[in-house]
């Protein structure tokens, strides 16, 4: 325990320095054998300070070198404002040529069994089909964004929409493609949280396994029952959520 309390603290040392300026980028973080002197720590303890720094996209090492403050992250702004979907289109796409980035998504859908948590957040019973679609986004090239969407089978089966990203009604937002077979989407429920990134969505985002994302819960509703569900990861150190809701 005592170890990892010391690596913590190593690493918010670090961090304090970085962001008051003290260490400014490019410069030279203070070797492994210097950080665990400084400490009084094991040089194993400034490694694991180091690698969470790594992780949060503060510093980078550079083979025989050492490791080096990065410059900071501009963030990019995702909107999360209702009147976006009402007049359609691509909000992502939106957002990033409003920040000057030019956007570009790939997707792949199939048809899977819904989790028990997909289940719960769907209204349905584990087991029950449901329709998967991963979405990754870039901007410039980059990779911001990535999402995994859940709708029940039963409703779009056989229908226009079943695939949200193939068909007539492709790419359209979830209010207007349940419009298409009579279902009134008329609210949302959003919830953010953040956690450490699994191995898929570090492969998707370019980022580190341990690094940390923010988490964007959305299920869409009618007035009887939801009927899409979705978990959209961007990276904590690259991507904020912003609300805009009236006064």
């Known amino acids: 325990m005592e170890s990892k309390h010391r690596y913590l603290q190593i690493a918010d040392a670090l961090r304090r ?13 203070p070797s492994r054998a210097e ?29 025989g070198s050492g490791a080096y403050v990065l410059p900071p992250h501009t963030h990019l702004q995702l909107s999360r404002a209702w009147y976006r979907e009402v007049r359609g ?7 990033m040529e409003a920040q000057g980035k030019t956007p570009k998504w790939r997707t792949h859908s199939r048809t899977d069994v819904a989790s028990p948590e997909v289940a719960r957040r769907l209204g349905t019973t584990e087991g029950d089909p449901v329709m998967r679609t991963v979405y990754v ?15 029940p089978y039963e409703l779009t089966r056989g229908t226009p929409i079943a695939l949200p990203e193939d068909g007539p009604h492709a790419g359209r937002g979830v209010k207007d493609r349940m419009a298409v077979i009579g279902l009134e989407v008329t609210h949302r429920r959003e919830a953010v949280s953040s956690r450490t990134a699994t191995v898929e969505e570090a492969r998707d985002l370019g980022i580190s396994p ?17 009927v899409e569900t979705c978990d959209i990861v961007v ?3 690259r991507a904020e959520f912003v609300y805009v809701m009236p006064a």
Do not use: H, M, N
């Open 210 to 226: 341990g690094a940390i994302v923010t988490v964007l819960q959305r299920t869409y509703y009618t007035e009887a029952r939801p």
């Open 35 to 63: 950080l665990a002197e400084t400490y009084s720590a094991a040089p194993a303890v400034a490694t694991r300070a180091l690698e969470i720094l790594k992780a949060e996209g503060l510093v980078e090492s550079r083979p």
């Open 17 to 29: 320095q970085i962001v008051s300026g003290e260490l400014r980028p490019g410069d030279r973080i």
């Open 89 to 95: 289109g691509s909000p992502f796409a939106g957002d």
């Open 235 to 237: 990276p904590g150190d």
């Open 137 to 151: 986004y870039t901007a410039d090239g980059q990779p911001v964004q990535r999402a995994i969407s859940w709708e």
